[in-house]
Structure formats: C-alpha cells, structure tokens
C-alpha cells in the first residue's frame, strides 16, 4: 500500500511540475462560424524582467507574459476575450464570425508573469472582412517600440512573415490548416 501511494504521489508530482512549466496555450480548432486570427507580437524594446518580477511575480521562477486578445462588443462586459498566446511567440485567436464578415480588432492585453493586475495595452486598431470559406486568418507580426520604463507605446509596426505563420498553423492545427491573409483597414481610436 505505501508502496503505491509514493508512486501515486510521484505521478502526480511530476505531473504538476510539468504543467507549472508548460506554456502553449491551447486553442481548439474553429467550428462554424467561426475563426482563428494568427499572428504575432513582440517589443523591440526590452522589459525588465528581473525588475518587474520582485513586483509582480509570485515564485521562484516567473511566469510568461500572457496576451490576451479582445473585440469590441456593444455591451462592455461581453466582449469577446481570450487568452491567445505568450508574448514573442505567434497568437492564435478563435473568434466568432459576426453576420457582417467584418471582425474589428482593438487590441491585446500584455499580462505580465500572469499576474491580471500587471498589464499593458498594446494596440491594433484594424478592421479586416473574414473571406469567404477562411478558417484560419493572418493579420502580421506587431512589433511595439516601448518610449520608456512606463510602457508609453512610441510605435507600432506591422510586418509580414506569411511564410513562417504557414508552417507554424499547420504544425499547431494540421496540414489542412489553410492560412489566409487578412486585408487589415486602420481604424480610428474613436471608433472603437
């Protein structure tokens, strides 16, 4: 009996060793009527990490920084809200298709080391029309310019690595992931 109780122990150990340390974020697969937008979004300026974490952190080794992805709604307290990836690497947004085929994106939220009470608003801005048939939607890699410790976004860059978002979709989704490219339309701020 002992015996088995340390196996169980163990298992369950090093069960919660590895998902402390996992951090894909998983996204289904889109259903009907439905998307995935695709990118990714890095700062060309540094965070200090070591600085931020004696705040905002909690444990010896921190967290990534989290992105999460939202759209406007109407109503505030509805609107569509996802975790989408980690800060640097590619997002993948599953989001309903509105009647329009017209998606607007704001913006994600930079969470730093996990933590919902540190974070940082990187814009978007843009409008795109989801094609007719498109699962899987590219909208470019955003790179925010940082002008100082307080995050104030100096600029916002948006850049085109189709190529690589294909082989990393069908990898994360299967070969029969068919990356389209988004026709992204600025948007004013007042818009939104």
Known sequence: MRKSKKILLTCLLVACMASGFSVEIKVKSPGKNQVILV???????SIDDAFFA???SSGKKPAPHYMWGWLP????????RSQVGIFGDSFYFLVDIPKDGKIQLNGFDLVLFGNEKAWIYLPVYAEFSVPEGAKYLYLGSFEYTFAD?????KEVTRSDNFDEAVIQTKKKFGEKAEL????????SKEKK
Do not use: H, K, P, W
């Open 39 to 45: 990118g990714n979004s890095y700062s060309s300026s």
């Open 54 to 56: 004696r705040y905002f």
């Open 73 to 80: 709604s109407v109503n505030f307290s509805i609107r569509q």
């Open 180 to 187: 389209v490219r988004a026709v992204l339309r600025e948007i």
């Open 149 to 153: 410790e307080y995050f104030t976004i």
